[in-house]
């Protein structure tokens, strides 16, 4: 319940290469395609929202990618994971 307050479009919480976790992963496992898949979920609260309300509760985003190293990019990931993005 701490209030985070972004004073840009965007911010970075961590850079993560996936063709260099892709090679680190194929030496470990030979003989496998491996896949690469992301996904996360963000619970937020808005300043308009009365927290203290009877059934309030926060937004929520959830995305799914995978990587695909063939052509060096992320795709959307099937399922119903993804949501609000």
């Known amino acids: 319940m701490q209030s985070l307050i972004v004073s ?38 808005d300043v308009f929202t009365d927290r203290t309300a009877p059934g309030a509760k926060p937004y929520e985003t959830r995305w799914s990618f995978r990587y695909e190293p063939l052509k060096g990019c992320f795709v959307k990931s099937a399922g119903g994971f993804a949501g609000n993005t």
């Open 8 to 45: 840009k479009d965007s911010f970075t919480i961590q850079t993560i290469t996936p063709g260099a976790l892709i090679e680190q992963y194929e030496s470990e496992v030979r003989g496998t395609d491996p896949q690469m898949h992301f996904y996360g979920r963000i619970l937020y609260w």
